[in-house]
């Protein structure tokens, strides 16, 4: 088997033990997905399986966007409603206070990712450290956030945006951000994301359903590798097959086929053709 998933993660449970459902769904041990979702999150989630585990460096650093409702009044250790919380206040904003502050986000930022993250610091996760009790200081990130919309007001306290960032922007910190311009707390206490790139929520599979459907749910990876086509000749293929010489003037990388096969994404170097990710199935 050798694909991607659009998966519908549930919240509840950490993108790894998404992997883990699905593998023993599939019967394949290949299974990675392409790019984290915190367990409280739900919504897309791509996995690659079998050799599309590969194309991490090419799908998970495409634009997100997600469903998200900020709670004011207070703000956990984790910047989500799992946390504990550390703070509280009776000052809540108005709306226009919190639209104003979460449009003047957008843009590229340096943005500061929650203590209890995924991020790196000196060799550990920011959030098992984070739990040890050990002082965490993550690193500022650059990211942008292309756009926010206010969508509705449950309650006085609870505002629902709709938010387009790229990859790596952390939402909890946009919600604590945006708290911290109105001179208030806010704290993270839904989020959905509808779309990874190409992969929209409208368009995932449920892991109940992945369960019935199995290996049918299997994207080949092509069809999301935003890259041009390039066609090897066909009286080249056993060359190709063989892993010989072949001539070509690719100026980029490219999805290669030859005789309607894909073979993968490659390049030219010093004017030959190098499959620098191979995806042939069999």
């Known amino acids: 088997m050798n694909g991607l998933i659009n998966l519908y993660k549930p919240s509840g449970i950490s993108s ?9 769904i599939l019967g394949e041990k290949k299974v990675g997905h392409m790019g984290t979702l915190d367990p409280m999150a739900e919504g897309v989630l791509v996995l690659g399986v079998g050799k599309s585990t590969k194309l991490f460096d090419y ?11 900020f709670k004011f009044g207070y703000e956990t250790d984790t910047l989500d409603r799992l946390g504990n919380s ?6 809540i904003p108005s709306v226009d206070a919190v639209l104003n502050a979460a449009l003047s986000l957008v843009g590229k930022q340096s943005q500061i ?18 739990r ?19 969508l509705f007001q449950p309650r006085m306290d609870e505002f629902v945006f709709s938010i387009d960032c790229s990859a790596g922007t952390y939402i909890r910190s946009i919600c604590r951000d945006v708290a911290h311009l109105t001179g ?33 749910a299997v ?3 092509q069809k999301a590798i935003d890259l041009p086509r390039f066609d090897v000749q066909s009286e080249l293929k056993t060359d190709l097959d063989n892993g010989k010489r072949i001539e070509c003037d690719l100026g980029e990388k490219a999805l290669i086929y030859c005789d309607g096969i894909f073979y993968g994404i490659g390049c ?9 990710t191979f995806l042939k199935d069999g």
């Open 16 to 24: 790894a033990a998404a992997v883990g459902k699905v593998r023993r």
């Open 59 to 69: 799908l998970a650093g495409k634009r997100k966007s997600y469903i998200a409702k």
């Open 86 to 91: 550390v703070a509280t206040t009776t000052d």
């Open 113 to 130: 990712p929650p203590v209890f993250s995924a991020k790196h610091i000196d060799g550990q996760r920011a959030y098992k450290l984070a």
């Open 132 to 150: 040890s009790g050990a002082s965490v200081q993550p690193k500022p990130a650059d990211v942008e956030i292309y756009g926010v919309e206010l």
């Open 184 to 216: 208030s707390l806010a704290t993270l206490e839904y989020l959905q994301r509808t779309s990874s790139g190409c992969f929209k929520v409208g368009d995932s599979v449920s892991l109940d359903n992945l369960d019935v459907i199995k290996g049918a």
């Open 219 to 221: 994207i080949p990876p």
């Open 268 to 276: 030219a170097e010093r004017g030959v053709l190098k499959i620098t």
